[in-house]
């Protein structure tokens, strides 16, 4: 079974960092590009980042370049996406997602999500 | 950057009828690229339809997907109470690299 765990959400003050990982199973990791997706309370779904599968590419949003850093160990079937400079607007639940192939880019599995909340 | 705006925002039926959201482009996008998501409140997003007309695996088929160029509708052709819940159209692009519709919500009437 496919499966996406996210972790490492948490309550944080203004300006800080956080780094989410997750861990993926149930299929061949190494093969897939990867995503992160948040939704922030009373919003949609935002696309934040992205990876390809071999990690030598990335993609930002511009509402988070320069302060988010998508990375993945392909050996431990984790992705990961550190997050600096904190704002109010970040907090969210971030879920990673799955590229389903590369001719439909659509995302065919999600975790749960984890929630990042940003206090001043 | 592509726009995508979904109508209506609210849509407002009662089980057994159909149902038809809109999702528009400010520009042409492939319909290999075009995407639906079903997100239930305090659960993760899941597929529906991807290629604009094609059901993820062990999605219903009263769940379709149809359209091209700038303007995609997804249906549902006899609602059951668990597909109230809120619809998300997306694209993959250029830059950004992916961008959601702003989101149908499916209420029971």
């Known amino acids: 079974e496919v499966q996406l765990l996210e972790s490492g959400g948490g309550l944080v003050q203004t300006g800080g960092s956080l780094r989410l990982s997750c861990a993926a199973s149930?299929?061949?990791?190494?093969?897939?590009?990867m995503s992160w997706v948040r939704r922030a309370p009373g919003k949609g779904l935002e696309w934040v980042s992205a990876?390809?599968?071999?990690?030598?590419?990335?993609y930002y949003a511009d509402s988070v370049k320069g302060r988010f850093t998508i990375s993945r160990d392909n050996s431990k079937n984790t992705l990961y996406l550190q997050v600096n400079s904190l704002r109010d607007e970040d907090t969210a639940v971030y879920f990673c997602?799955?590229?389903?192939?590369?001719?439909?880019?659509?995302?065919?599995?999600w975790g749960q999500g984890t929630v990042v909340t940003v206090s001043s | 950057e592509i726009v995508l705006t979904q109508s209506p925002d609210t849509l407002s039926l009662s089980p057994g009828e159909r149902a038809t959201l809109s999702c528009r482009a400010s520009q042409s996008v492939s319909s290999s690229y075009l995407a639906w998501y079903q997100q239930k409140l305090g659960q993760a997003p899941r597929l529906l339809i991807y290629?604009?007309?094609n059901r993820a695996t062990g999605i219903p088929d009263r769940f379709s997907g149809s359209g091209s160029g700038t303007d995609f509708t997804l249906t549902i052709s006899r609602l059951e109470t668990e597909d109230f819940a809120v619809y998300y159209c997306q694209q993959y692009g250029s830059t950004p690299l992916y961008t959601f519709g702003q989101g149908t919500k499916l209420e029971i009437k």
């Open positions: 149930g299929f061949i990791f190494s093969n897939h590009a």
């Open positions: 290629g604009a007309s």
């Open positions: 990876i390809t599968a071999s990690g030598d590419g990335t």
């Open positions: 997602a799955k590229k389903y192939k590369y001719v439909h880019p659509a995302f065919d599995c």
